[in-house]
């Protein structure tokens, strides 16, 4: 095993261009339009991913991903990445390298470099991301407002597919699989849709429950869903079967899934929606409206139904 | 033992006015004056801290004052602190808050607001600390120059003396104590250092021994040090007696003292030292000069000695 300062060094030359300006104490960051928008996210093993379910290389994409989803969420442009990796003693330089080589993929992959970060030894794999993006638009989860439509970006429910197939000793469908290693910030729907009006964005990190709730909370409204329309990723069919449960429920009560929750005013119609379709090369489905009041209504076949969020706590 | 957001809740109660727009996806920071400068650091329990030497709160301002002392290494005034904590299953959240009271305080002492965070579940405790500032001159560690003087910030050695005496099953010294659990991050010296036209700065994380390596290959320059003229805290000389060593030879091999290392123009006189002492009340030695040429050399005594680095992956 190297030592902290070799390690560096094998890191910074394996990312290359993708990497800039790292080996000093702090990154220094060229200022952009805007405000600056920043977040931070780590990802355990054993509590986020685990060594046997993705390859390094793909905890390092699936982790800096999972932060840029932060920015995807509040429309901002992202400027820089920095990695703070722990390394278990036994690990090789070479599982230190294929992880930030996933970590710098993710990074170039919406135009940031990563640029800084920190080594340390401890006694599990983690690696927390930092990221920084410039807003000209930020849009919190606080300013939806009664009369908005909910919509959801892509499909939901295929990472927690992977998971369960993982948690019964399966392997996973590849499209699933693909979903929980893999998983795409939605930058540009983000920037696109803060253009198009939207008055709340998150992500969902927490399940479709979890984070409507959220933003019921935050925004001081109430959020009422129709499960039936949320758009099922296929790949989820499967578990939910074995679950017992609807697909819809199975989506809905996932998490991690990285597409965007958003509300959009009553003039964002059916042909605003396609125009952000073409351009976007993505789906975007409404699911729902916000209303006066507090809290999170959800319907399925004509039934209230209760979601639960999605909670790494518990 | 609460869910996520509960304790997301309990710990902006507990920070109250330290902490500035938490529960978002992202902090939205201010634009300050200058470039922006950012770090992340992490303090893993076992290979940085442990909670039988210091308690929560002091790992975590621990935690945040090195982050933070990257910041003054830059010349830098700090804006905001992010911090992903990773908890232990069986912790309480009285252990989880009282942590998070430190990073706050660490960053009050500073004039800077947690602005965000993440709480995940892991195998023991860790902390990663992001720190944002804004430089009107960032000072890297690259731009030494043949004919400068190299000089430290405070005394050496006393964050070492107290490793030693918690390794041996001991109590340290209640000063050493203190700078281990207390460090106070330089930012006052550092802004003071930069009008004063500082060509490089550093802090000492790695003990002196690896900063002036750092520093000589970053600045491609030579650095000579005199370590008769390094100061020694006073906490040092028990633990360097036990070790059969000179207290400088002590202080110069042990790391995260936190203080400053600079170069300054030879322009850079006494009166000069002798002003930054009576407006930062904090100590200003020169202990060596730069040279043409590359590499660290160092003497003790009218003899040559070879420094050690401190690496926590050795």
């Known amino acids: 095993m190297s030592g902290e300062f070799e390690r560096i060094a094998r890191i910074a030359a394996s990312l290359g261009p993708r990497a800039r300006g790292l080996g000093d104490d702090c990154a220094i960051i060229p200022t952009g339009k805007g405000r600056l928008v920043v977040s ?9 991913f685990r060594l046997d379910w993705i390859d390094h290389r793909e905890a390092g994409w699936r982790a800096a991903a999972s932060a840029l989803s932060d920015l995807a969420a509040e429309a901002a442009t992202p400027a820089g ?7 278990p003693a036994a690990a090789g330089d070479e599982e230190v390298v294929a992880l930030m080589d996933g970590v ?31 807003a000209q638009r ?14 959801v970006t892509g499909t939901l429910g295929a990472s927690r597919a992977a998971l369960e197939a993982w948690k019964r000793g399966d392997q996973p469908d590849p499209a699933a699989r693909a979903a929980f290693a893999h998983p ?8 696109r849709l803060a253009d198009a009006g939207a008055t709340a964005l998150l992500d969902i990190s927490d399940g479709l429950g979890g984070d409507a709730q959220h933003l019921a909370d935050s925004s001081h409204v109430a959020i009422v869903l129709d499960l039936d329309a949320v758009p099922v990723s296929p790949a989820c069919h499967e578990e939910a079967r074995r679950l017992r449960i ?8 996932g998490g991690e899934d990285y597409e965007l929750l958003v509300a959009l005013p009553p003039s964002f119609d059916g042909n605003a929606a396609r125009a952000f379709r073409r351009e976007c090369r993505l789906a975007l489905t409404r699911i729902g409206s916000v ?3 507090s809290g999170l209504r959800a319907s399925l076949a004509g039934r209230e139904v209760r979601l639960s969020g999605y909670d790494h706590f518990r």
């Open 291 to 293: 209303g006066t009041g």
């Open 184 to 191: 795409v910030p939605r930058i540009g729907a983000g920037l």
């Open 104 to 134: 710098g993929d993710a990074a170039a992959a919406v135009g940031a470099h990563v640029v800084g970060g920190d080594l340390s030894q401890g006694p599990s794999w983690a690696v927390t991301v930092t990221v920084l993006g410039w």
């Open 246 to 253: 609807s697909p819809q429920r199975f989506a809905a009560d």
């Open 40 to 48: 931070t996210d780590a990802s355990i093993e054993g509590t986020h």
């Open 81 to 87: 990445v920095l990695a703070a990796v722990v390394v």
């Open 138 to 151: 930020p849009v919190t989860r606080a300013g939806a407002r009664p009369g908005d439509g909910v919509w």
